[in-house]
């Protein structure tokens, strides 16, 4: 028997799923209240669905895969398991429905400036100048550049493709264009075939010179700390729009700032911070051409149900000795 615990407190059918993959399997489920795994505790598992924490060594001396409940692996960095020879995967792609419709909706909203409808809603009145106040910037024809060709950036690609949008995207090996991770079933750009043009890594500032619209969806390494810079900022339009669903950190959140009150850049719509929950005194909270929310784009109410489709794939290959979907590549990062 291969055996498997989950820490995750998904509901009993979810359960009842992972254990429907094969016989083989002997599933367990300690749900932990803050997802830390205790000091007092011991497995003798093989497989393990993490949500915030691993066990030590000597806590889990049988394990050989950890299935992580998040696309991010930042939690893990500094743990033994991340300097050991177990497996790793995350849950990249299941969020890429939502992520990409909550990019969509920011560049729509800023596109149709509608923080400027709630704001003449509240005071009860219309300007007079109305075509001054709210005349759009059209979708059709702009550019869309997405930094980070992975299953979130392919589902906004996807989204935005119809709204007439140029695509221009920058991902770490651009002669790799296909999708080797977790797809949510119709989604994406399993082949590529979406971007008018695809930019190596190294390239990125030059495409951003060309961008109305921006979307990091980077996952965070050390490389990536602090990609977006005040150098860059002033490589980019002036008329140009920056979403970040990726990491906060992912930005320098000072030059970002300053960015944005010289008119570097027009405007950002912000789901992430260097900070979570955004400090009371950070200048963000009061700029005009700033939409923020609370790292809300990646809720969804069929979270928990893409993670076990995609660990029952992974079980189904774990079991047939077939590659895992979304191994972690420990040289990358991510």
């Known amino acids: 028997m291969v055996k498997v615990l989950v820490t995750a407190p998904f509901s009993g059918y979810l359960i009842d799923k992972i254990r429907a993959v094969s016989p083989e399997l002997a599933v367990e489920q300690w749900p932990l209240s803050d997802g830390t795994w205790p000091d007092d505790k011991t497995t003798d598992a093989e497989i393990y669905y993490a949500t915030n924490s691993t066990p030590r060594p000597e806590q889990a001396p049988n394990l050989r895969w950890v299935q992580v409940h998040w696309a991010g692996i930042d939690r893990l960095l500094e743990t033994p398991v991340w300097n050991s020879d177990i497996a790793i995967t995350n849950t990249s792609g299941i969020h890429a429905p939502n992520m990409a419709q909550y ?81 949510v079933m119709g989604g994406g750009d399993p082949r590529g075939e979406l971007p008018d043009r695809i930019y190596p890594g190294e390239a990125t500032r030059s495409m951003l010179a060309k961008c109305d619209y921006v979307v990091i969806t980077l996952p965070l390494t050390e490389k990536t700390r602090h990609f977006f810079d005040e150098s860059l900022f002033k490589e980019m339009k002036p008329t140009a729009f920056l979403v970040n669903v990726g990491r906060g950190s992912l930005i320098n959140e000072p030059d970002l700032i300053k960015a944005l009150k010289k008119g570097m850049i027009a405007g950002a719509g912000l789901d ?52 895992l979907l979304n191994l972690v590549n420990r040289e990358y990062g991510y």
């Open 103 to 183: 990019t969509m909706t920011q560049i729509l909203a800023w596109a149709h400036r509608v923080p400027k409808w709630f704001q003449y809603q509240k005071m009860g009145k219309w300007p007079q100048n109305r075509w001054d106040k709210f005349v759009p910037d059209e979708l059709h024809g702009r550019t869309l550049g997405i930094v980070g060709y992975g299953s979130i950036g392919r589902e906004i690609a996807r989204l935005a493709k119809p709204f007439g949008m140029k695509i221009l995207v920058s991902k770490r090996d651009a002669r790799q264009p296909e999708d080797s991770g977790y797809i």
């Open 272 to 323: 992430v911070f260097e900070t979570e929950p955004l400090p009371p005194d950070s200048p963000l909270w009061t700029m005009d051409n700033v939409i923020l929310t609370p790292h809300v784009s990646g809720f969804t109410p069929y979270y928990d149900d893409r993670a076990v489709n995609l660990f029952t794939e992974n079980l189904r290959r774990y079991l047939a000795g077939e590659k």
